[in-house]
């Protein structure tokens, strides 16, 4: 495993139709050449769980109340 630290990422959200012989076809803003990591994900009630939780923010939990009564 390695300890790389990674910048944060952009999430493009693509909605495609599989056509003819598993072929899905889009265009993406990166140039000619660029590595990408690519996941597909069935588009299903489990499926929108998942990115309703990769969308959420931490910001909920970074408030001084919260840390003041959590750390007495």
């Given at each position: ?35 990408l990591a ?29 840390d003041e009564?959590?750390?007495?």
């Amino acid at each position: 495993m390695s300890n790389e630290i990674h910048p944060p990422q952009t999430a493009l959200k693509f909605e495609v139709t599989v056509q003819e012989h598993g072929v899905v076809e889009f265009s993406i803003p990166f140039s000619p050449g660029a590595k990408l990591a690519v996941y597909v994900v069935e588009e299903n009630d489990a499926a929108a769980d998942l990115i309703a939780a990769s969308q959420s923010t931490l910001d909920f939990w970074d408030n001084s109340f919260d840390d003041e009564d959590w750390n007495d």
